[in-house]
């Protein structure tokens, strides 16, 4: 079974200025998915950023960016120019690619994130 | 195009009751996932529907059934309630698999159980 642990409870930004989050993952599978996603105070959960495991360069997407360590197992998502509409709940999860079953998504705990005027 | 929609937003029922939580994917999505979020943590994963077969189930006891219809939505019901069940219940829908295919999540079912 694979889990996924995000250490940081909880964390707080000022606007303007550059966050990482932290994601660590424990699995036995060698093809996988990791994934950042968010959800604000209204719930919706959005997907931020995707890391297909295969792919040694990381991910980025506009300010969010991962820093993918496979063989630490570790997963960290870093934020430039945080904005006041990134305060949400932020979550890493894992997807293993099983061909033909189902694409389930483990989620670590989450970690709240405040960004401050 | 509208999003993934679930309903009811909120429900309260009370201890042994039945409720049947609804939702309906994204127009041409296939597979319909549900999750359980409990206050304070990450969601857990209950089960995934793809073309009306169920494709996975998380470690969620048998009071815990699922459906999907012809259209694609789904339904989650959860039988003999207990305390415990209280959280929010999110439906996600993806266009196929098994590649992972973003899953859109909707805006979720708040479930109070007294």
């Known amino acids: 079974a694979q889990t996924v642990t995000q250490s940081q409870p909880e964390m707080s930004v000022q606007e303007a200025e550059t966050v990482t989050l932290s994601c660590t993952y424990d699995?036995?599978?060698?093809?996988?998915?990791l994934f950042w996603y968010k959800q604000p105070p209204s719930r919706q959960m959005i997907l931020v950023i995707r890391?297909?495991?295969?792919?040694?360069q990381n991910a980025t997407e506009n300010r969010f960016s991962v820093n993918f360590q496979k063989a630490a197992k570790s997963f960290s998502l870093k934020i430039s120019d945080s904005q006041l509409g990134d305060t949400a709940m932020y979550f890493c999860?894992?997807?293993?690619?099983?061909?033909?079953?189902?694409?389930?998504?483990?989620f670590g705990g989450g970690t709240r994130l405040m960004v401050k005027p | 195009d509208a999003g993934v929609t679930q309903s009811p937003t909120h429900l309260i029922k009370t201890r042994g009751q039945h409720v049947t939580l609804r939702c309906s994917p994204i127009?041409?999505?296939?597979?319909v996932s549900w999750y359980q979020q409990v206050l304070g943590q990450g969601p857990q994963f209950i089960f995934q529907?793809?073309?009306?077969?169920?494709?996975g189930r998380g470690n969620f006891p048998d009071r815990f059934s699922a459906r999907q219809f012809p259209n694609y939505s789904s339904e989650l019901n959860v039988n003999a309630l207990l305390l415990g069940d209280s959280a929010l219940y999110l439906c996600?829908?993806?266009?196929?698999?098994?590649?992972?295919?973003?899953?859109?999540f909707g805006p979720g079912t708040r479930l109070t159980v007294t």
């Open positions: 890391q297909e495991a295969y792919k040694q």
């Open positions: 127009s041409g999505h296939k597979s």
């Open positions: 699995t036995s599978e060698s093809n996988y998915y």
């Open positions: 996600a829908s993806s266009s196929g698999l098994p590649w992972p295919y973003e899953q859109y």
């Open positions: 529907y793809y073309e009306k077969e169920e494709r």
């Open positions: 999860a894992f997807m293993k690619h099983v061909l033909n079953a189902g694409n389930m998504l483990t």
